[in-house]
């Protein structure tokens, strides 16, 4: 079982739906992220939090919102999504935002934009 | 900005047999490091080994051990004794060591596949 739990698994909305991903980490860690991977491309960092609060935003379409209500928890909100926005969304967490603190990653929501 | 190249999208190798996977890097730090992170089918991706820069030894995890060339800016994965649950996307990440965790970048990845 993963320390890191992702819910839905995958998840297919039309470009006027709002929808929402879900985190949980059960690894009493203090950093949280958002990951957007696409085909073959590098993993894209969208968002970062520690201790619930946004560190990092690395210039994401306003149409994603993320929330971290709690160290546990992380939400990200979706609304009004473009086809190419359809990708595998990952989350992670680590026990600090610090070089040597390894991430560790939950299965993932596949998002498909219709 | 630093730069991570694995340079083959697939690769493909017999069961108990040895396969090297490639990653070259691009920077201009003289300490950080490198990871080799493999996502099977189930998506999750997991930490399979790491490399701090400053230190000359190669790591070695079981069946997984790197070759870390610093003045190259090499870093290959080598999995010995080939096996079925090794089959996996694999990518390769560098971390500056003066930054945190938000400045991880990953290459491609490279597509293994393991034949019975």
């Known amino acids: 079982e993963t320390g890191v739990t992702q819910t839905p698994r995958h998840l297919v909305m039309g470009m006027t739906n709002k929808k929402s991903l879900k985190c949980e980490q059960h690894l009493g860690h203090n950093a949280m992220y958002w990951y957007k991977q696409s085909a073959k491309k590098p993993l894209e960092l969208m968002f970062v939090y520690s201790l619930e609060e946004r560190v990092e935003n690395n210039s994401v379409p306003s149409r994603f919102s993320p929330e971290c209500p709690n160290s546990s928890h992380l939400f990200l909100h979706l609304h009004t999504l473009q086809p190419e926005d359809s990708a595998l969304y990952l989350c992670?967490?680590?026990?600090?935002?610090?070089?040597?603190?390894?991430?560790?990653f939950g299965n993932g929501t596949r998002l498909t934009v219709t | 900005a630093q730069t991570v190249t694995q340079s083959q999208p697939e690769m493909s190798v017999q069961e108990a047999e040895t396969v090297t996977l490639s990653c070259t890097y691009d920077t201009s730090e003289s300490d950080y490091y490198l990871f080799w992170y493999k996502q099977p089918p189930s998506r999750q991706m997991i930490l399979v080994i790491r490399q701090e820069a400053y230190k000359q030894q190669n790591a070695t995890e079981n069946r997984f051990s790197v070759n870390f060339q610093k003045a190259a800016k090499s870093f290959s994965l080598k999995i010995s004794d080939s096996q079925l649950g090794d089959a996996a996307m694999y990518f390769c990440a560098y971390l500056p060591t003066n930054f945190g965790n938000e400045k991880l970048t990953f290459g491609t990845g490279t597509r293994l596949t393991i034949i019975p």
């Open positions: 992670a967490s680590s026990q600090d935002r610090v070089y040597n603190s390894p991430l560790h």
